[in-house]
């Protein structure tokens, strides 16, 4: 193998070893939280989340749902063209490798650390305690008739009067969760596989790779 081959055949392995990389970090956090905490939650992803949704808050459909519908058709592209032979196995590995560990690289830097930092307890420093049944069923109840009563149908609804009233939610609730605000400027987008989603019983979800709700 000549030196070009030998560069290109290290270039398929960079994207694998960064997935390595941010497994090892997986691991760390999970030891301690509080790097996670420090260094990822309260100061590198609220700058990410708002470049990131900068820019994915003006397209009016959900970036995500694209990305993952690519992911999709690239797999169905490879396996047409491994079946026609027109690429070999090896290639195909490589390519799907590669894909894979770039979307797991993606997806914890721009929101998966967050999984690992310290939990709302010990950030809010409530001790942990088992929970009262009697008191649990009576916050439930009150909670469901409330719901009941504030019944109404989606088409009296003003989106940008909605989400609005989000975001004003989230900036008063931030400091109470010890979290920071903003954290990017979100944007409601409708699910692209709603009928599939509804009948999954989801009414929404956040993006991660795009920063969107």
């Keep these: 193998m000549n030196r070009t081959g030998k560069i290109n055949y290290i270039i398929w392995f960079i994207t ?82 590669n894909a894979l560990a770039l979307v797991y690289v993606l997806f914890y830097f721009l929101w998966g650390f967050n999984y690992f930092r310290v939990d709302i307890n010990t950030r809010l420093e409530m001790a942990e305690h088992e929970a009262n049944p009697e008191e649990f069923m009576e916050v439930f109840h009150s909670l469901t008739e409330a719901t009941n009563h504030s019944y109404t149908t989606y088409e009296t609804f003003d989106k940008d009067e909605i989400a609005l009233l989000i975001e004003e939610s989230y900036e008063k609730l931030a400091p109470l969760l010890r979290l920071k605000y903003p954290a990017g400027t979100r944007r409601a987008k409708p699910i692209t596989f709603s009928n599939f989603f509804a009948q999954a019983g989801i009414s929404g979800y956040f993006g991660p790779f795009f920063c969107e709700r």
């Design 16 to 97: 694998p070893l960064l997935a390595l990389m941010v497994f090892g970090l997986t691991r760390l956090f999970i030891r301690y939280p509080e790097l996670a905490e420090n260094y990822y939650s309260q100061n590198i992803y609220p700058l990410m989340a708002a470049a990131v949704s900068s820019f994915s808050r003006w397209i009016p459909v959900s970036l995500d749902d694209i990305l993952y519908l690519v992911l999709i058709l690239v797999a169905l592209i490879i396996v047409v063209l491994l079946i026609a032979r027109k690429i070999s196995l090896k290639f195909s590995a490589l390519l799907v490798m």
